[in-house]
């Protein structure tokens, strides 16, 4: 079995910063993509944040220059760094990994999310 972990939402002013977490465990032989991606009430959800295993980033135009994603590979952990934070930015979020497992399959698993609430 594989779980994804969310953790690091909660409620912050309105400028202020959060670091979410999301770490993988269970039977993993390697993750290739770790994404972030977010849902406000009532709508879609909505592509955040990418890093591959090599690096490399892509993010929504919404969140670029203020959100940094990285990742821990040692410890199959991917963060999202989120700075100047608004009222915008209220959602669940939610990672997902797209994965090698142990039966030699390539899978994606998503987390069961975290609240991040903005308000002043």
């Known amino acids: 079995q594989v779980q994804l972990v969310e953790s690091g939402g909660g409620l912050v002013q309105p400028g202020g910063s959060l670091r979410l977490s999301c770490a993988a465990s269970?039977?993993?032989?390697?993750?290739?993509?770790m994404d972030w991606y977010r849902q406000a009430p009532g709508k879609e959800r909505d592509f955040v944040a990418r890093i591959t295993r090599g690096g490399t980033t892509n993010y929504a135009e919404s969140v670029k220059g203020r959100f940094t994603i990285s990742r821990d590979n040692a410890k199959d952990t991917v963060y999202l760094q989120m700075n100047s934070l608004k009222f915008e930015d209220t959602a669940v979020y939610y990672c997902n990994a797209h994965m090698l497992t142990l039966n030699q399959k390539y899978l994606d698993f998503w987390g069961q999310g975290t609240l991040v609430t903005v308000s002043s």
């Open positions: 269970g039977s993993i032989f390697s993750i290739n993509n």
